[in-house]
């Protein structure tokens, strides 16, 4: 098995929303901040390599979008979703497998695109089965208001008209092993049905944070986003993952930050602290 960390670009979002509670005086000196407020996000992607199986979690924001739409996002840097797999050899009709952590357009929007001659919509990846859960599914096809934005038709629903849509089983917790050592845990605080893969290489655990820990940042427990449905979840979810990624020495890695890529916890005297940060290819 191998890992890579697929960086499919950078966007923008305001730092009051992304810390909800936390007030800019203390936030801002662990999260650079523009003079408009907005900081710096990476949409990163993890893709594992099995010798019969290529599986891609997550798909950043796509390109089908309207201009008017990325102009509240501020999409910068050069990383792009082909040119980051181009770089470790694949194509993206390699990928046999699109693991969607949740259907939020910042993570799903790669996982759609217009078909340039009928301007209809289509999986990017066409030869790949897409993973979702199902009470998610339902959750997201059925907005609430709040999260009515994230939602976006066009990123859901061609997957399930192109027959390419499944939905990973789960029992408590967890889903089923959908792939050999590579297992979710679902948590509902961010938005219902959450999966936070969990994936076992060379005896040693390394977890895709998604929006449960969007950064090294997001550490302290009630440091939660305002984004968050149930920002009280989150936070008891933060902790009881917290106490099992110290006492397992997870390495997580981390889908929205822009300064690590990957990072471990510690325990203090004040709580469980973020320790320190690295790039995906030296924990390897
Ligand atoms: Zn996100």
Not at 48 to 72: A, M, P
Not at 179 to 187: H, I, N, R, T
Not at 211 to 235: E, Q
Not at 250 to 275: A, N, P, W
Request: with cysteine.
């Amino acid at each position: 098995m191998n890992l890579y960390a697929i960086e499919t670009g950078l966007f923008k979002l305001d730092g009051g929303a992304m810390f909800g509670v936390v007030p800019k005086s203390l936030w801002s000196k662990r999260y650079e901040a523009d003079s408009n407020n907005m900081c710096t996000w990476a949409m990163r992607c993890l893709l594992v390599e099995y010798s019969d199986r290529l599986v891609l979690v997550d798909t950043g924001i796509g390109s089908k979008q309207s201009e008017k739409f990325f102009s509240h996002y501020f999409l910068h840097g050069d990383a792009t979703l082909d040119k980051s797999l181009a770089q470790h050899g694949f194509h993206r009709d390699d990928i046999t497998d699109v693991f969607l952590t949740h259907l939020h357009f910042d993570h799903c929007g790669g996982a759609i695109e217009r078909n340039p001659k009928s301007d209809a919509y289509r999986p990017a990846f066409k030869n790949a089965r897409y993973w979702s859960h199902e009470d998610h599914w339902k959750w997201a096809t059925e907005p609430n208001a709040r999260e009515k934005a994230s939602f976006l038709k066009e990123n859901i629903l061609p997957i399930q008209e192109s027959g390419q849509l499944n939905f990973v089983s789960s029992n408590g917790n967890f889903t089923e092993e959908l792939f050999p050592g590579f297992k979710a845990l679902l948590v509902h605080g961010h938005t219902e049905a959450q999966m936070i893969p969990h994936i076992s290489y060379k005896g040693q655990a390394i977890v895709f944070m998604a929006d449960l820990l969007p950064s090294h940042a997001h550490v302290p427990l009630p440091w939660v986003m305002g984004y968050d449905t149930r920002p009280l979840l989150t936070l008891s979810e933060k902790e009881k993952f917290f106490k099992t990624a110290v006492a397992n020495d997870y390495t997580l890695m981390f889908e929205h930050d822009s300064v690590h890529q990957c990072g471990k916890l510690t325990q203090t005297d004040r709580g469980i602290r973020f320790d320190s940060g690295f790039d995906l290819s030296e924990f390897l």
